[in-house]
């Protein structure tokens, strides 16, 4: 990731000290000699007059912009259980919020929607001024948070894999965002190098939980029915875990290889790498799917911790690939997008997938990490040294005169 530079000039009568952000001072001071030293009511009346030059001419030195958002409340609240790149998600948000002295809290809910929706209104009956929700599920989210914005309207939310649906119909929130990653891509990618290797038609077991058990699953689920309906991917089946866990996930597809004949499935794609973990396991574990008989059963995930790199270095025949984005940076674009609400700065709210500034929904362009790509040493903090453009570019951020892009890049 490119670090730049941060010079900040601030220049600022003694009146108007109190205003400043914490930490920033005044532009340096002056010395003045025993024999250059002049009568002291010269030297007052030259003070003087400098004060008011610079109090009447704030065009010829600004002051730093003000922080509109220090001393605010804001939560991170995420359906799922934590994972590592959750974690990244938080400890950036963290590092934002600490930068411009802003009160963070986080919460993961365990798959659970009913927890998710409890600290919800929790949060939002103890005052906070903000909440970054994540992963809500497609049927009951609109209608939960559109109660909430009618009783706590001037709480700001921002949503991330969040989709409003009511009615079968897509729906907005007023002063609500919306940010996704472009989970359609994320799956697509992995379906392209399937059929890279296998041609089209491609015999393929999808990992997931089902349709409507949340809003990123469905959003991926329409890649995979759009690449089956055009003949290019079969679907032999599907594995659902009972639980959102490693195990769960080892557990029934270790349960559903035992039925599988390898010559009649080409690989296995999970929509979520916690799920891939375990499937990473059960082929492994079962030496008609691991290479010892035969070829071994090559899968793909979505997102990426550090166990999937360690896997993908080790058996980069099994896991070959991930689709993801970088799980710190998008931490830093949902908490940014929510501090621009907060100083209602919406007009700043920037969407890297169209370019575009304004607007209410924004989506991360996806990256795939190859196997086959990965160094020795490399790590799920330093894939942008393989990844390309797309991963951890700076130029995503929203910003703001008081919120810069370098803010927490120095």
Not at 70 to 98: E, H, N, R
Request: hydrophobic letters at 40%.
């Amino acid at each position: 990731m490119r670090k730049m530079k941060k010079v900040v000039s601030v220049i600022a009568a003694a009146a108007m000290a109190a205003s400043l952000l914490a930490g920033c001072g005044g532009s340096g001071g002056s010395s003045t000699t025993a024999a250059e030293t002049k009568a002291a009511e010269t030297t007052a009346a030259a003070a003087e007059t400098t004060a008011a030059e610079a109090a009447a001419d704030t065009t010829a030195a600004p002051a730093a912009a003000e922080n509109p958002v220090a001393g605010k409340k804001v939560a991170y609240i995420m359906l799922l259980p934590s994972a590592t790149i959750f974690q990244m998600w938080k400890d950036s948000c963290a590092s934002l919020c600490d930068a411009l002295d802003v009160k963070f809290d986080f919460f993961f809910c365990d798959g659970d929607f009913n927890k998710w929706q409890d600290t919800i209104r929790t949060c939002a009956s103890a005052g906070y001024d903000g909440l970054l929700v994540s992963h809500g599920n497609q049927d009951g989210s609109y209608v939960f948070l559109k109660e909430i914005t009618e009783q706590y309207p001037d709480m700001k939310i921002v949503t991330f894999d969040t989709q409003f649906y009511s009615d079968g119909e897509y729906q907005k929130l007023p002063g609500v965002t919306q940010m996704f990653q472009q989970d359609k891509s994320l799956v697509t990618v992995l379906l392209d190098q399937m059929i890279e290797k296998y041609g089209e038609g491609v015999r393929l077991i999808k990992v997931w939980r089902g349709p409507n058990y949340n809003s990123p699953f469905d959003r991926r689920e329409v890649g995979w029915q759009e690449y089956e309906a055009a003949g290019k991917i079969v679907t032999v089946g599907e594995v659902q875990p009972l639980q959102d866990s490693v195990d769960s996930a080892n557990t029934v597809t270790a349960a559903y290889l035992q039925g599988v004949n390898r010559a009649d499935v080409d690989g296995v794609i999970a929509y979520y790498d916690l799920y891939g973990q375990g499937v990473y396991n059960a082929i492994a574990e079962n030496d008609n799917f691991n290479g010892k008989n035969g070829d071994a059963l090559p899968m793909a995930s979505v997102d990426i911790d550090p166990v999937d790199v360690t896997n993908m270095q080790t058996r980069p025949d099994i896991w070959t690939a991930a689709g993801t984005t970088d799980w710190t940076m998008n931490g830093e674009i949902g908490m940014r997008i929510l501090m621009l609400e907060l100083a209602d700065q919406y007009d700043k709210i920037f969407d890297p997938a169209t370019g575009e500034s304004g607007v209410d929904v924004v989506e991360v362009p996806g990256t795939a990490i190859k196997a086959d790509a990965l160094k020795s040493d490399s790590t799920v903090e330093n894939l942008g040294n393989i990844a390309g453009e797309t991963y951890g570019n700076l130029d995503y951020l929203s910003a703001a005169d008081w919120m810069p892009k370098d803010l927490i890049h120095k």
